[in-house]
Nanobody, 120 residues
C-alpha cells in the first residue's frame, strides 16, 4: 500500500502565500501523475492542478497564474505553491497520486487532506 502525507496547510490572510507538500511512501512501484484537489464546505471536490512525470502541468482556471505545482520524482513528492490567496481558496486540499502496478493496473491514492483557510 502507498501512503500520501500532506503538510503545509494553515491560516493565512488574503493576498498571502502558502506552500503545500505531499510525500508518497510505502510499497511504491512507480508513481505516475500527481496532483492536488480541494473541497470547500458544501461543495464537491475539484481539481486544482496536476503534473505528469515529464513535468507537464494542468491548472484549474480559478488558480492559473497564482498557483504553481512542481514535483521531485526522486523523492515521490509533489508541491503546490499558492500565491495571492483569496478567501474562496479556503478548502481542504487533497494530494492525489496515480500508479500503474503490475497485474493490478491503474491505482489511485489520496492523502487525508490539509486545511487551508484564507481570511479576508
Amino acid at each position: 500500500q502507498v501512503q500520501l502525507v500532506e503538510s503545509g496547510g494553515g491560516l493565512v490572510q488574503a493576498g498571502g502565500s502558502l506552500r503545500l507538500s505531499c510525500a508518497a511512501s510505502g510499497n511504491i512501484f512507480s508513481i505516475d501523475d500527481m496532483g492536488w484537489f480541494r473541497q470547500a464546505p458544501g461543495k464537491q471536490r475539484e481539481l486544482v492542478a496536476t503534473i505528469t512525470t515529464s513535468g507537464s502541468t494542468n491548472y484549474a482556471a480559478s488558480v492559473k497564474g497564482r498557483f504553481t505545482i512542481s514535483r521531485d520524482s526522486a523523492k515521490n513528492t509533489v508541491y503546490l505553491q499558492m500565491n495571492s490567496l483569496k478567501p474562496e481558496d479556503t478548502a481542504v486540499y487533497y494530494c492525489n497520486a496515480q500508479e500503474m502496478r503490475p497485474f493490478a493496473g491503474g491505482v489511485g491514492y489520496w492523502g487525508v487532506g490539509t486545511l487551508v483557510t484564507v481570511s479576508s
